[in-house]
T-cell receptor, first 113, second 115 residues
Framework: AQSVTQLGSHVSVSEGALVLLRCNYS??????LFWYVQYPNQGLQLLLK??????LVKGINGFEAEFKKSETSFHLTKPSAHMSDAAEYFC???????????FGTGTSLTVIP | NAGVTQTPKFQVLKTGQSMTLQCAQD?????MSWYRQDPGMGLRLIHY???????DQGEVPNGYNVSRSTTEDFPLRLLSAAPSQTSVYFC??????????????FGEGSRLTVL
């Protein structure tokens, strides 16, 4: 079965600093990979997705992620953190059919003013 | 733009009671699914459906039933609630087949407490 591992359940950064959230996947074939964001008391929203096109994927709100097959990683970055980025972030992988998604355990991002 | 609508938003049950969580979407999505979210465990797939009359199990299906009689609705039934089913439940939908972009659209969640 496919899976993703998110390193660090809590990450704190200062406003204006680089955001780096880590995700490693386990899959025998190139998967679809996603980053979702969850604001308090809300459902999840898609930030960005990798579907085997460009390895550097740009998403909403200035976030981007790079697919590195050699490292089986799909880390999420943002050059400059904003207070509004404080949320929980989930990495996810799906099979090619899109019928089964596997989510990581999430990383809670705190932005310090 | 309603999107994915879940009801109720909050529910408290006693052990052994039954209930149904409702999910409706107005985007004509063929694919619908139910997840539970527990602290430190992320989201885990309970059941999913790729169209009316078609359902399948996910990672954690035990204790839950689903049916899909229409494209719009995908209710989740707890026949005999247990404290281990205390969780936040999310319904999510997507396109299927050739239109599948792999992107899930989520409802706002239903928080269930079983005493």
């Amino acid at each position: 079965a496919q899976s993703v591992t998110q390193l660090g359940s809590h990450v704190s950064v200062s406003e204006g600093a680089l955001v780096l959230l880590r995700c490693n996947y386990s899959s025998s074939v190139p998967p679809y990979l996603f980053w979702y964001v969850q604001y308090p008391n809300q459902g999840l929203q898609l930030l960005l997705k990798y579907t085997s096109a460009a390895t550097l994927v740009k998403g909403i709100n200035g976030f981007e992620a790079e697919f590195k097959k050699s490292e089986t990683s799909f880390h999420l970055t943002k050059p400059s953190a904003h207070m509004s980025d404080a949320a929980e972030y989930f990495c996810a992988v799906s099979d090619r059919s899109g019928n089964q998604f596997y989510f990581g355990t999430g990383t809670s991002l705190t932005v310090i003013p | 733009n309603a999107g994915v609508t879940q009801t109720p938003k909050f529910q408290v049950l006693k052990t052994g009671q039954s209930m149904t969580l409702q999910c409706a979407q107005d985007m004509n999505h063929e694919y619908m699914s139910w997840y539970r979210q527990d602290p430190g465990m992320g989201l885990r797939l309970i059941h999913y459906s790729v169209g009316a009359g078609i359902t399948d199990q996910g990672e954690v299906p035990n204790g839950y039933n689903v049916s899909r009689s229409t494209t719009e609705d995908f209710p989740l039934r707890l026949l005999s609630a247990a404290p281990s089913q205390t969780s936040v439940y999310f319904c999510a939908s997507s396109w299927a087949g050739l239109a599948n972009t792999g992107e899930l659209f989520f409802g706002e969640g239903s928080r269930l407490t079983v005493l």
